[in-house]
């Protein structure tokens, strides 16, 4: 089977997990005994986008234009459908993300495809078409056999851990024939949340909540996420309060993260909050009430006050 791979760019760099979504489907290509081909759409170096043959996808497709700079939901779908089209992918890979979510909406409608969202697992071939995906907020998964002749996989983020080579993959210029029905929507400003470490994208994240009595209280979990070079985040109170920016939220009514490593301070574990973050491949709980249900979730649990605990684990990160 032919695959494509939507790639996701920010800053002309290669979304990490749009670098998961291009190994996903690397890997599916090799067991489906066919090809894998990459759709990046955005401004993006021919370096950086040479970076998909080292997760096992020989040839990228560059639509890269003015007009195209921004994400254009409706632009973007036609792009990717005039891109199945061409290479006659029967498999279309993406990150699962608020950007590919509608775009891959939009093609799914508009060519019959069958859609599975938060993958975790490469398909099981024995018998149809079968992929494994993550549900209930990460509580419990299912199995989901894809009738349709296209079949777009949405990936969850961590879900897989790519090995990478030494190849490197050959840019093609991409030319969608887009017209102005593409653009009757535009953007005018985007206003990019300030960090060094973006939550959605990050590998480590400290958070924190109303264990730390007021937003004066802070230095000590920023100090430990600047050690561990880890974005920041926040439990609803806290965002409410004003304590925290509103895009540092993670639970179910805010973002939902999927870390290597999620470490929670001071958070006493709603389970709004454990639905955003239940994902993280482990979790660390630090808080002074030993019956908080956060640890219930926690894979490894700290009973003590933040402000004692956190300044030690930054030393100790410091020193390591």
Not at 42 to 70: C, D, I, M, T, W
Not at 86 to 104: F, M, R, Y
Not at 248 to 257: D, L, R
């Amino acid at each position: 089977m032919s695959v494509l791979v939507f790639i996701e760019l920010a800053d002309g760099e290669i979304k990490k997990s749009s670098l998961e979504a291009l190994y996903y489907g690397a890997k599916v290509a090799e067991m489906t005994g066919g090809s894998a081909t990459a759709l990046a759409i955005g401004e993006a170096s021919e370096g950086e986008l040479a970076k998909a043959g080292n997760y096992g996808v020989p040839k990228v497709l560059h639509a890269n234009s003015e007009r195209l700079s921004q994400p254009n939901i409706m632009a973007y779908s036609k792009a990717l459908i005039e891109a199945t089209q061409q290479i006659g992918a029967n498999i279309i890979v993406t990150a699962k993300s608020s950007l590919a979510d509608p775009v891959t909406a939009r093609v799914a409608g508009a060519m019959k495809a069958g859609v599975v969202g938060n993958v975790v697992e490469l398909p099981d071939l024995s018998d149809g078409f079968k992929v494994k995906r993550s549900i209930f907020t990460g509580k419990a998964f299912a199995d989901t056999v894809v009738l349709s002749d296209l079949k777009i996989l949405a990936i969850k983020k961590n879900a897989v851990i790519p090995e990478l080579s030494d190849a490197i993959a050959t840019i093609e210029v991409f030319s969608p024939s887009l017209d102005d029905s593409s653009f009757v929507a535009k953007v005018i400003e985007t206003v990019k949340v300030t960090g060094d470490i973006l939550l959605p994208e990050a590998d480590l994240v400290v958070s924190g909540g109303r264990g730390f009595k007021g937003p004066e209280n802070w230095q000590p979990l920023l100090d430990l996420a600047t050690a561990l070079g880890a974005a920041t985040a926040c439990s609803k109170p806290v965002s409410d309060l004003d304590w925290r920016p509103h895009h540092e939220h993670v639970g179910q009514t805010g973002i939902k993260v999927a870390p290597n490593l999620y470490i929670a301070c001071g958070i006493s574990g709603a389970i709004q909050h454990l639905a955003g973050v239940n994902s993280s491949k482990v979790i660390v709980v630090i808080n002074k009430d030993p019956e908080a249900p956060f640890f219930k979730a926690a894979d490894y649990g700290i009973v003590g006050d933040v402000f004692d605990i956190l300044p030690k684990l930054t030393a100790a990160v410091k020193a390591g």
